[in-house]
T-cell receptor, first 113, second 111 residues
C-alpha cells in the first residue's frame, strides 16, 4: 500500500483556472507538508500542518490554500493559476514516533499553459 | 533560519568507486538530518536519518555522518553501481522540525 499518495500525478491546465491536488497518508502521522520543486529541482516548503492545524506558511501567494479535513489528508487548492505555478508539488508526512523521518508522495506535475 | 548547501552539484564516476557527497548547514542546533534519493520523474526516497544525538547511520553500502560543530554531513557510498545514479538530497530540521533541503547532488555512475 502506498504510504503517501497524491492525485492527480499529472495536470495540464490553462492560466486563470482553479485546481486542486489531493494528498492522503496512511501512516498515522501527525504532520503533513506541501513542498514545491521548481524547474531547477529545488525543493521549498510551502505549508506544514500538525493535527489539522497550520504551523507554517512560507511566503506563498494567497492563491494557494491548503485544506486539512482530517489528520490523514492535506489538499492543496490553487486559484487563478499562473504560468509560474508550473512545478512539481510534493506532499509529505512525518511523526515524532518515527524520529520525524519524512515520507514523500510521488509528486504532482502541474503545467500551466 | 536553516540553510543547507550541497557540493558538488554534479558528479560522474566509474562503477566501483567509493564516493562522498557533502552537505553543510548553517544552524548547528539541528534536530535531525536526512538523506534522500530522487530518481528522474519520481518522488523522494528516504535513505538515512541521523538524529542530533547520533554521529552516523549505516544502511548497506551507505553511511551518513553528522558533525554538528562543523555544520556538516557526508553521505558515503561504497562500491558505487550504475543503479546508484540519481539525485541525492540532504535536508536538515531545526527547532521547527520543518526539513530544509539543499539543492542536491546529481550522481552518474557509468559502467
Amino acid at each position: 500500500d502506498t504510504a503517501v499518495s497524491q492525485t492527480p500525478k499529472y495536470l495540464v491546465t490553462q492560466m486563470g483556472n482553479d485546481k486542486s491536488i489531493k494528498c492522503e497518508q496512511n501512516l498515522g502521522h501527525d504532520t503533513m507538508y506541501w513542498y514545491k520543486q521548481d524547474s531547477k529541482k529545488f525543493l521549498k516548503i510551502m505549508f506544514s500542518y500538525n493535527n489539522k492545524e497550520l504551523i507554517i506558511n512560507e511566503t506563498v501567494p494567497n492563491r494557494f490554500s491548503p485544506k486539512s479535513p482530517d489528520k490523514a489528508h492535506l489538499n492543496l487548492h490553487i486559484n487563478s493559476l499562473e504560468l509560474g505555478d508550473s512545478a512539481v508539488y510534493f506532499c509529505a508526512s512525518s511523526s515524532p514516533g518515527t524520529g520525524n523521518t519524512i515520507y514523500f508522495g510521488e509528486g504532482s506535475w502541474l503545467t500551466v499553459v | 533560519k536553516q540553510e543547507v548547501t550541497q557540493i558538488p552539484a554534479a558528479l560522474s564516476v566509474p562503477e566501483g568507486e567509493n564516493l562522498v557527497l557533502n552537505c553543510s548547514f548553517t544552524d548547528s542546533a539541528i534536530y535531525n538530518l536526512q538523506w534522500f534519493r530522487q530518481d528522474p520523474g519520481k518522488g523522494l526516497t528516504s535513505l538515512l536519518l541521523i538524529q542530533s544525538s547520533q554521529r552516523e547511520q549505516t544502511s548497506g553500502r551507505l553511511n551518513a555522518s553528522l558533525d554538528k560543530s562543523s555544520g556538516r554531513s557526508t553521505l558515503y557510498i561504497a562500491a558505487s553501481q550504475p543503479g546508484d545514479s540519481a539525485t541525492y538530497l540532504c535536508a536538515g530540521s531545526g527547532g521547527s522540525y520543518i526539513p530544509t533541503f539543499g539543492r542536491g547532488t546529481s550522481l552518474i555512475v557509468h559502467p
